[in-house]
């Protein structure tokens, strides 16, 4: 079974450009989620998706932080403008539903803002 | 004060000892999770549970719901185990996962 899939693994920009991620979950999960992880903290959710429904964006600075999923499978998440804060490691995982399962999660991004 | 507190932070060990981690909760949970994370940041799901114990190979995770409180134990630990082990928690209604700062463990050979 393929695992999530995440690209690109790495990148680094200056301050103010902008960037995005991209997210494959697990074929037939239904949940996909994108945590952002600082270094040395555990991590943090930024949105969870329900197919191609928003369940929980309560952490994503909306300002800056947009993410989709159209279609219910991959998903996108774009920093416009980045900031210093910005950089860390972005996961995306999947489960089959709401906490029903384990989450599986991708290898990460790591950003560095510069 | 965080919703999830795990110790300690960090560890370190010969190898063969025997490890215990801890997390404490202090919200209602539907479910617990241990999550172990390797250098570059790939997460592997090691267990999820509600009640009592589990074992897969070389480690247990046990969980105290009056208590709030769950242990992570290795045993027969390996340098192979080095790694941050991280434990998070369903929050009860909300569906969302709630993470710890997670215990870097380092096992010396």
């Known amino acids: 079974e393929a695992g999530v899939a995440q690209s690109p693994r790495y990148k680094i920009i200056e301050k103010r450009q902008s960037v995005a991620f991209w997210c494959n979950p697990i074929?037939?999960?239904?949940?996909l989620y994108w945590y952002q992880q600082i270094l040395g903290q555990g991590p943090k959710l930024l949105i969870q998706?329900?197919?191609?429904?928003?369940?929980?964006d309560s952490q994503l600075p909306k300002d800056r932080f947009s993410a989709e999923r159209l279609k219910g499978v991959d998903s996108t998440l774009k920093i416009q403008p980045a900031k210093l804060e910005d950089s860390a490691v972005y996961l995306c995982?999947?489960?089959?539903?709401?906490?029903?399962?384990?989450?599986?999660f991708g290898p990460g991004t790591r950003l560095t803002v510069t | 004060k965080n919703e999830v507190e795990q110790s300690p932070q960090n560890l370190t060990a010969q190898e063969g000892e025997f490890i215990t981690i801890n997390c404490s909760y202090s919200?209602?949970?539907?479910?617990l999770h241990w999550l172990q994370q390797h250098p570059g940041g790939g997460i592997v799901s090691l267990f999820m549970?509600?009640?009592g114990k589990k074992k897969h190979g070389r480690l247990i995770a046990t969980i105290n719901i009056q208590e709030k409180h769950s242990s992570l134990h290795i045993t027969a630990s390996h340098p192979r185990d080095s790694a941050v082990y991280i434990c998070a928690v369903g929050i009860q209604g909300a569906q969302k996962l709630v993470f710890g700062q997670g215990t870097r463990l380092t096992i010396n050979p």
């Open positions: 074929s037939g999960h239904a949940t």
């Open positions: 549970l509600s009640s």
């Open positions: 998706f329900q197919n191609n429904g928003v369940v929980d």
């Open positions: 995982a999947s489960s089959l539903g709401y906490l029903t399962g384990e989450q599986y």
């Open positions: 919200v209602g949970i539907s479910a």
